[in-house]
């Protein structure tokens, strides 16, 4: 901008030149310097949002499944105390099945709190998918790992976003979907990461929602990594998943 300037202002001497010049370049700086600290202050801001949505998740999760299932529970107690004298049997069918619920809560509960101490850890993040696929998938689905290049590379905290990013897709083509078969692909080059969920599922009209939510917050930590995420779906045909990360220089 400087050769611009100096011809629009057309100062009287070299001296006024140089306070042109040293005016332009602190006006620059200054905004230079604002717009840096928008952008750090900005990311935090992100980075509790997409907090806040995985909180808001882990709260439907314990009201639908678990708080769901105790209540039933407690009804069944209740209504074993109001037959107990009128009709034993009874009184012991509705207890044997307030028994059988607290069991299947308390199992849906430790898969719960097993998926989130999960993290990507040393293991890296085929590991870590390995592990949630296994706790799970219906054993009736066909899953397929596909690694290419050296996922170990992969700095913790990318990993570990990514990994968060893959299970929500995951988590939404098993419940939502029912697909018969899944494939993740992840592969890591020195460039970049790219990462596929593919299912075969029921897929959704473009231009609609898809079901199981998830997808701002998906979004949202691809793009604080630098990085995009794309979906497409066709009715009964399925759905696609894609994830870009920029890695050039980031590797371990």
């Given at each position: 901008?400087?050769?611009?300037?100096?011809?629009?202002?057309?100062?009287?001497?070299?001296?006024?030149?140089?306070?042109?010049?040293?005016?332009l370049h602190q006006a620059v700086l200054s905004r230079v310097a604002r717009g840096s600290l928008a952008r750090m202050t900005h990311l935090p801001d992100r980075v509790l949002a997409s907090r806040r949505e995985e909180r808001r998740h882990i709260a439907r999760e314990l009201h639908d499944r678990v708080l769901h299932g105790i209540g039933l529970a407690l009804q069944g107690i209740d209504m074993h105390r109001y037959h107990a004298e009128t009709s034993p049997a009874l009184a012991r069918a509705k207890l044997d099945r307030?028994?059988?619920?607290?069991?299947?809560?308390?199992?849906?509960?430790?898969?719960?709190?097993?998926?989130?101490?999960?993290?990507?850890?040393?293991?890296?993040?085929?590991?870590?998918?390995?592990?949630?696929?296994?706790?799970?998938?219906?054993?009736?689905?066909?899953?397929?790992?596909?690694?290419?290049?050296?996922?170990?590379?992969?700095?913790?905290?990318?990993?570990?976003?990514?990994?968060?990013?893959?299970?929500?897709?995951?988590?939404?083509?098993?419940?939502?979907?029912?697909?018969?078969?899944?494939?993740?692909?992840?592969?890591?080059?020195?460039?970049?990461?790219?990462?596929?969920?593919?299912?075969?599922?029921?897929?959704?009209?473009?231009?609609?929602?898809?079901?199981?939510?998830?997808?701002?917050?998906?979004?949202?930590?691809?793009?604080?990594?630098?990085?995009?995420?794309?979906?497409?779906?066709?009715?009964?045909?399925?759905?696609?998943?894609?994830?870009?990360?920029?890695?050039?220089?980031?590797?371990?």
């Amino acid at each position: 901008m400087l050769p611009i300037v100096l011809r629009e202002l057309a100062p009287a001497d070299e001296e006024a030149a140089t306070r042109v010049s040293v005016v332009l370049h602190q006006a620059v700086l200054s905004r230079v310097a604002r717009g840096s600290l928008a952008r750090m202050t900005h990311l935090p801001d992100r980075v509790l949002a997409s907090r806040r949505e995985e909180r808001r998740h882990i709260a439907r999760e314990l009201h639908d499944r678990v708080l769901h299932g105790i209540g039933l529970a407690l009804q069944g107690i209740d209504m074993h105390r109001y037959h107990a004298e009128t009709s034993p049997a009874l009184a012991r069918a509705k207890l044997d099945r307030a028994a059988g619920l607290l069991r299947q809560t308390a199992h849906t509960l430790q898969h719960f709190t097993t998926e989130l101490r999960r993290s990507v850890g040393e293991g890296g993040l085929e590991r870590a998918l390995r592990s949630y696929l296994e706790a799970h998938a219906d054993p009736a689905v066909k899953v397929a790992i596909h690694p290419k290049g050296n996922l170990l590379a992969l700095p913790a905290h990318i990993g570990e976003e990514v990994y968060l990013i893959l299970r929500e897709a995951v988590r939404n083509a098993l419940r939502h979907a029912s697909p018969s078969r899944l494939d993740i692909t992840v592969e890591v080059t020195d460039r970049d990461l790219r990462a596929t969920v593919t299912d075969d599922g029921c897929g959704f009209p473009v231009g609609s929602s898809p079901a199981g939510g998830g997808l701002p917050s998906m979004r949202e930590r691809a793009q604080l990594l630098g990085g995009r995420l794309s979906l497409s779906s066709v009715p009964s045909v399925g759905t696609v998943v894609e994830v870009h990360i920029p890695l050039e220089g980031r590797l371990r």
